[in-house]
């Protein structure tokens, strides 16, 4: 009997442990399958983030560098345990494949394309990946070229979804065949303001990817690598199970019979995970062998037969317990809390597995040593020993895989009967997702754009965000502990405290007091209108609510704002006099305002009830009704708006309306109103009509009227261009003799002539300049009375242009006992914007009048800003021109600006002139935005002034000018033609002759032309003979328009220069001249120094390149010309003191040449020049003139610039000298 009950008993317990075994198995698996999904999941994550960075790149910009800085910022080792890093893939269409290689070179020089296989649909090619160390190899890799991967890669851009490819070999892990794979997720990027794209392979821009290795993957998965044995088998119906994993045991039996597949769907593949019990497993089940009982109920049944009855009670009473202790000891196994058991000496003596995986240590490793050893406080330091009599609670830290784990450990005394200590009971809770999420919570209130705040249950404030902090006035330590009624104004706080009663009655998200005012109380005591939202939240210390509290302050007084408005635009409507209207099209049914029934006549009785839409199309004009159906009709259909006006018939009459309307749509996009308004334009189309009636009179009145002015205007034109054709053909008839007066003089004046002769020559030559000015005078005034004379917009250097007026001034000052002051730029004003040959050309002619009607004192050119400053890139400058001559009247100070006036006859006979001058500078100082004034004392002075307004500029801007001679030369300074050829075509034999001599010498060779026909037949003998030809232009058979277009139409002469020398001076001649092929023009008569420079300008390009010819430095040569200076100044004193201000402002001149830019220095070397010509100083001007003209070419050098330093060291010492001989 005993054997039979211990047969029987061994066999119970067999399958109550065969139970247990499943039980704990199914759980393992089911936690194993759970920890290799969570796993996965995880990886989509990063997938997601880095699909995030390339779109918040955009896919354009994302670079190798922004890709890196964004892997860098994740922490991959510790967030995606097991990947091999993350990457980007990028689609690039065939067509595109030149450019996208272009554009991933220049940012990796050793960038190439890889393939597996070849294929002709789009690359999808590996850009970046990040760690690039341990993943070079996949860069430039073509997924789409591997069957395995190019099937994953377009599942996931049709799907838009994250997928797995089947297993492959990673070409960075190569050792490991059939063990990797691919997570991809596709990337689709919208343009801007455009909805997402469907997802496709064609509206993709790539795929975010993840290279992971299965073993890496599950690694550190103890559970799986310890107690339970894995296989892994991707299948898909289509082609046998693939096993791409397996462990150490896979291939050994199952213990204990343990095996479960489970089915599992993985990113797009199936999978199979095949689970086996290990030995391990059934050890940690630390369940006794059925026949061990068995042996000792066959011994007992034996040895204790008399003793049957209490053997079989302690046997039930040990099965119970057996039961209960692997009843507990499973729920203690399973337990989601790691349970760790201690002797009374604090040593480890039970670890069950939710402790095994958070400190991440087997039983075996942990058993006999103290906890301690494992834990690390909050503060870095090591606990003290916990309590063996008392339960106690406290946070600690564990740090494992290089990451800190927050745990909270509760430990519990376990006593024996009679008050034994037996040791301790601990439980551990990993808290560390659960402090990142209050970290998370805590940064998501402070982000909030509301004041949050959070309460008790005792109302009591237990957080408080920066907002809030903001919105009372107090900072959060402040605010936490305090009463909620504390923060609410006193006369509110009844009312508060009835909505804190109804919201704790029925605690529900809600908005706090609705439909009543909220206030809250600030710090300084302001009360501040608000808006509550309550939220029920559980805390760890019980029940809490958060509140958001919004200020709407400004929201209030947009409201009062907005209600202002309305009211003004009830006024605005009342007095535009219109009716509004809504038309409900679901019902078809008329809203009218009173206005509206007013303009239909529809009495105050009446106005009740509906059916207005048929009123109002009964009241409409059957032709007008027809003509409004169609666009009433659009506006339903497509919206917008809609005008139209119409009559509608009334008590008999009719009257005249306008209307307009707009749509409103519903939810559904769908029109659904229609708003507008009528108004009655009656009265107005009758007054339209009587209007209409009286300007069709106007009309036919204006119409014969304007006739009678266009037949005066064509008369009025033709005499205008009768008078324009006049002057041109005057100027050039007088032009024509002026420049051979002029020449003669300036070939005689190079001439040895008795001294009454060459004072004879002078008086000529001033004679013709005077005429000469009167010419130019009548043709500005022309073109200003014609209105064809515009103001400039250029850069210019005032300085330069102060410098030149100075110089010239002093020359036509003469022998005058009359001091010349001219003030230099007020400072911040000195480079302008705007015309500097009008701004001179009106300070010129009124130095010249003041000179001219000074007979001894001062003349005065000054400038002075007058503006604050204030307005940057402008300044407001006053000029004047005051001298202390003969003063002009009152009575003819009215009349001194009109044409050909003058003071009076008396000036006219004294002084001469034609009475112009200032009619031109007054025109030309309005059209540059001033007003030319005048103040006068006869006897005393005269002072004209203006005021300009110009914007300033920088001084690389501002072009060199050209400053004009302090007199017209004796003659040719250098011979600055040499080696140049010269054909002159005039049909003036004495121009020609004059020309021949002038050119002459100036060291050109010159050959002479009658008219156009004789010149081309000249040149087709000898087409390359010339450098330059000089065409006069109104010539008797073939004139120098004709001659030119043949020039440029033969294609050996096509590249010749021509310059037009010829009298006529208007802007149209000019015009015409320069599109007829001419390369410049010069007016007759010309000045010598204007014309070589034209011809050194447009000289032949190949001889441009031809090296500059210095002026020699004569030995011989006197350095000062005393006779010129002193014929400028008045006496030998004066010019030594000239000479003296040379040094001081010059002296060290060649030295900034060297350190000056071109442009620099073309202008120092520009006004070195004429200070050195106007004082005599030969030399340095000539030296001068060279190097500014090599700068111009490009072709400035070293020795030229040393020529000029020893020219300017030799009129140094020839200074000195002449300046004691002086002194003595």
Known sequence: MGCALALVEAQRIAAAQQAIREQRFDS???????????????????????????IAAGSGQITRERFRRYAESRELQREFPGARGFGFVRRVPQAQLQDFLARARAERADFRIQQQGTHGDDLLVIQYVEPEAQNREAIGLDIASEAHRREAALQALHSGQPTLTRPVTLVQASGQPSQGFLFLLPIYTAQDGAAPPQPSAHTAEGLAYAPLVIHEVLAGQTLIHDELSLALYDTDGTQPPQRFFADAQADEAAHAGLVRRVALAVYGRQWTAEFKATPVFTARLNLPPPQRTAQLMVGASVLLATLLFFFLRDRQHRRQAMVEDAHMAAIAENAGDGIVGLDPEGRITRWNRAAESIFGRSTAQV????????????????PGPLSRTARSEFTAQLQRDGRSIDLDIRSAPVVAQGGRSLGLAVTVRDITEQLRADERFQLAVEAAPTAMLMVDAQQRIVLASRKAEELFGHDAAALRGLSLDG?????????????VAR???????????????????????????????LNPVRTREGPATLASITDITQRRQLEVQLQTTLDRLRLAVAAADVGIWVWRLEEEEMEWDARMFEIYGVPPALRAGGGWVAFWQSRVHPDDLLALQPGLERLRREGGTYEASFRITR???????????????????????????????????????????????????????????????????QATRTKSEFLANMSHEIRTPMNAILGLCYLLAGQRLPADAQAMLQRLQDAGQGLLAIINDILDFSKIEAHRLEIEQQPFDLGAVLDNLASVMAAARGDKPVALVVQPPPPGARYLVGDSLRLGQVLMNLLS??????????????VAREDDGATPGRVRLRWWVSDTGIGIGPEQQAHIFEAFSQADSSTSRRFGGTGLGLTISSHLVGLMGGNLTVASVRGVGSTFSFTLDLATTAAERCPPLPQAPARPPAGPAARRLQGMALLVVDDSEINREVAARILGGEGATVALADDGGSALALLAQQ??????????????????YEATRRIRATPALRHLPVVALTAGAFASQRSKALASGLDAFVAKPFLVDQLVQTLLHVRRSGD????????????????????????VYDDAPAFARALGRFVHLHGDEALQLRRASPAEAAALAHRLRGAAAQLGLIEVAEQAAAYEHALGSGRATAAALDALAQAMARAGEAIAAYTRQAAG
């Open 487 to 499: 923060l609410i104004p006193e006369r509110h706080r009844s009312e508060h405290a009835d909505n």
């Open 28 to 54: 393992l698996v089911e936690r194993a399958t759970t920890e290799l999904l969570k796993r996965l999941n995880v990886y989509e994550y990063g997938l997601r983030g880095a699909r995030g960075a390339v």
């Open 1104 to 1127: 441009a390149a031809a090296p500059v010819d210095l002026p020699p430095s004569r030995p011989g040569a006197t350095a000062i010309d005393v006779q010129r200076g002193l014929a």
């Open 503 to 533: 919201y704790l009655r029925a605690p529900q998200p809600r908005a706090m007091g609705q439909g009543r005012a909220l206030y809250a109380r600030h710090r300084d005591g302001r009360d501040i209108p608000v808006e509550i939202g």
């Open 367 to 382: 058993l006999g040593r103290p906890l301690q050893d494992f834990l690390t406080g909050t503060d870095g330091t090591a």
């Open 1023 to 1040: 087409p390359t003979a010339f450098d330059v030809v000089l065409m006069d232009i109104q010539m008797p058979g073939m004139d120098g």
């Open 849 to 862: 009048n003041a000179i001219k009607f000074t007979e001894r004192g001062e003349v005065t050119l000054g």
């Open 651 to 717: 008590a008999g009459e009719t009257r005249h309306i306008q209307a307009a309307a707009i749509v409103e749509h519903g939810a559904n996009g769908q029109v659904q109103r229609l708003v507008g308004i009528n108004r009655d334009i009656t009265a107005q189309i009758t007054a339209q009509d009587r209007i209409l009636e009286l300007n069709t009179s106007l009309e036919e009145q204006v119409a014969r009227r304007t006739q009678e002015l266009h037949l005066a205007l064509e008369d009025a034109r």
